[in-house]
């Protein structure tokens, strides 16, 4: 079996934005990812921004659970979006959401925006899969998820 990933979602600000950052093996979604000279995506977390609406909240943790369809074509999931208006129309890191039995993978990696076909990411690291313990990722996006709900 592959080694299991850990996530987990923390509260972060970006300007006067809140939200959650995806965090996996304790570093930050967007960090997984590096271009020339060390540089990362400056896209955040499409979790529990505190301008969306709760739907909005709703329908991507459960499609984060695999629980309902994404709204792309491609099938995949918004996972960092862009940091001025959460749009994907401005470009998203997407994946796949995979239940694997007892595990939920991330795989399949690409750049879209919902207009034209996915393309591949253009930064020269990037993650591969990420493999995480159904248990305790369903508990780490509930946690956030009533976490934000409750706030």
Known sequence: MDALNTIALTPATCGKLTYLEIEVDGVPLAQHFAGRAGAHPTQLSPLGWSSASADVNARITEQLLAREPSALESGRVPVLVCE???????GAFTVLVLREGDTVRWTDWAYENGREPAGPIQWPTRPGDFLFELGSYEQAI????ARKSGE
């Open 142 to 145: 509930r946690d956030a998820s």
């Open 84 to 90: 001025e208006c959460g749009d994907v129309g401005c």
